[in-house]
């Protein structure tokens, strides 16, 4: 499968805890993003990255957030001190530098917080 | 104001019935309209793509971008059970390097 990969695709979790996720672009992508979804909505933009470089992010996302991509392959979204509000879909998405506006998704990681 | 604004449905119709989705916007700076379909507990998949105004065709599925009103739509013609989803419309353009999504309008197509 050459497509965005999202682990876990389940996550709960209590309320105060750490969590981690991980997305795997396409390999040939250069830009990653991640977005969240709750239910009934769109997905929201939360953070992008161009290679290694974090290059946006969102009022969305608090200080308890984190995103990474060491090399530039591979990124992680961490979420320190879950609150029930980050219950949600946490979604990664991947594009070609040029053709931005053709994000591709992974299934998305499902996150509910106790 | 949102920036996108879409009917988030439910929309339930019978089968082979002609479907039309609409979004309406507020940032003229769009250049490209896409349309996505998601599946339940699924990511979106990018489904029709759209540049600046006019139609475009892609099996039973019509996309149409007016920009002078602001307005996008997407028709399916002989509706299946299996296009049954959520649709979302999503926009991007001007200053901003991401895309900017609707609320999903999730539609039902009965056999």
């Known amino acids: 499968d050459t497509g965005v990969s999202q682990d876990p695709r389940h996550k709960i979790t209590k309320r105060g805890q750490n969590v981690t996720f991980r997305c795997d672009p396409i390999s040939e992508h250069n830009r990653l993003y991640w977005y969240r979804q709750t239910l009934g909505q769109g997905p929201e933009f939360l953070t992008y990255f161009q290679n290694e470089a974090q290059l946006e992010k969102s009022r969305l996302l608090s200080d308890r957030f984190s995103a990474e991509r060491p090399k530039g392959s591979f990124s992680t979204l961490e979420i320190q001190r879950t609150e029930q509000g980050d219950s949600a879909m946490y979604l990664c998405a991947s594009s070609y530098t040029g053709q931005d506006e053709k994000l591709f998704f992974g299934s998305g990681t499902q996150l509910s917080v106790l | 104001q949102k920036e996108v604004e879409q009917d988030p449905g439910p929309l339930s119709v019978p089968e082979g019935a002609i479907v039309s989705l609409n979004c309406t916007y507020s940032n003229s700076a769009f250049q490209y309209f896409m349309w996505y379909r998601q599946y339940s507990r699924k990511g979106p998949e990018l489904l029709m793509y759209?540049?600046?105004?006019g139609n475009k065709e892609d099996g039973r599925f019509t996309a149409q971008v007016d920009k002078s009103s602001k307005y996008i739509s997407l028709f399916i013609r002989d509706s299946q059970p299996s296009d049954s989803a959520t649709y979302l419309c999503a926009l991007y353009g001007g200053a901003t390097n991401k895309l900017i999504f609707g609320t999903g309008t999730l539609l039902a197509v009965q056999p």
């Open positions: 759209t540049y600046s105004s």
